[in-house]
């Protein structure tokens, strides 16, 4: 069931407001009714060709477990094991922002954003042996258990500016996250302490496109870059799991803390360029991964797609 209300004064102020409520069975911890309240506020004004807008807003949602396999994977251990009794993901929070407008020409946003989420899922290692019938492990085996983290906090900022003049336009974002444990559920095992930063999230992600467009030419490049995160060294980690000298308490729990590694990112480059030919026909090339950077994210064991050239001819009617 939703309602919400908007209403506006003079053309001016502007506020919203709502509520969801939710039925679900199969949400534990919460109850069968969930209710998710949302609020929103802005101001705006004008002087000429220039726009000025205040905005800040609330809201809070759920996803309960999701039923399809999240399985992890170790070394090319499949196997996982799937925890009953699964509290749902829930996230709220506020953010506040501006946004500047000169006429269709520039804009300018910024936003803030403080929010706390709570029973974020993780795949967590966990020893299961193959016991034999005299009780005696026959073979080294990590599996998989999904379970709920805690509560975990993300604040931080997204700008984002956009130039436009005649043919030509530019525009860029940015953005800085700092995620961190705030609190650990009462079941989890895994490595994640108060104070942590979250794995593979990003301090900062940044991207620059531009474009140009004339007469029956057309084209755009973009530049794109996450940067600063944490992550496994599953390079270090695959040696070490294959030294049969290293017990499995190596591999789970906080003592996967030793095999964290700080990421600096890689940047990525892609291109297109068109030529309409007439009559509907349009001939283009695309490029992605222009740099061809195919290590360096997320881990250092993933391999990913090289430099790629394509063309084609799109036919519109």
Do not use: C
């Amino acid at each position: 069931l939703i309602a919400q209300v908007n209403a506006g004064f003079r053309d001016a102020v502007f506020v919203s407001g709502g509520m969801r409520v939710e039925r679900n069975t199969g949400v534990t911890g919460l109850g069968d009714i969930a209710t998710l309240p949302m609020l929103g506020a802005s101001v705006v004004r004008s002087f000429g060709e220039t726009t000025v807008k205040l905005r800040s807003a609330y809201g809070k949602g759920i996803r309960p477990p999701q039923t399809s396999s999240r399985s992890g994977t170790l070394l090319g251990l499949r196997e996982s094991l799937y925890s009953a009794g699964l509290s749902p993901e829930e996230q709220s929070g506020i953010e506040v922002g501006a946004d500047l407008f000169l006429g269709r020409t520039f804009s300018l946003h910024a936003t803030r954003f403080d929010q706390k989420a709570s029973g974020l899922i993780q795949p967590v290692s966990i020893q299961f042996p193959s016991l034999a019938a005299d009780s005696t492990p026959q073979f080294r085996r990590i599996v998989y258990e999904l379970q709920n983290v805690g509560e975990i906090t993300n604040d931080g900022w997204e700008m984002q500016g956009a130039f436009t003049s005649g043919p030509w336009s530019l525009g860029a974002t940015f953005s800085q996250v700092d995620s961190r444990v705030q609190k650990l559920a009462s079941h989890y095992t895994g490595e994640l302490r108060p104070g942590d930063r979250m794995l593979e999230i990003p301090k900062h992600t940044m991207g620059v496109n531009a474009s140009f467009s004339k007469n029956r030419w057309s084209t755009s490049w973009n530049v794109s870059r996450a940067s600063n995160w944490i992550n496994y060294d599953r390079i270090a980690l695959a040696s070490a799991f294959s030294n049969n000298a290293k017990p499995l308490d190596d591999f789970v729990g906080p003592n996967l803390r030793d095999y964290w590694k700080t990421y600096s990112g890689v940047t990525r480059i892609g291109a297109r360029a068109g030529f309409l030919m007439g009559r509907g026909m349009t001939f283009s090339v695309d490029g992605e991964n222009l740099l061809n950077e195919q290590r360096g994210e997320p881990d250092n064991i993933t391999v990913l797609p090289g430099r790629t050239i394509s063309a084609g001819l799109r036919v519109s009617f």
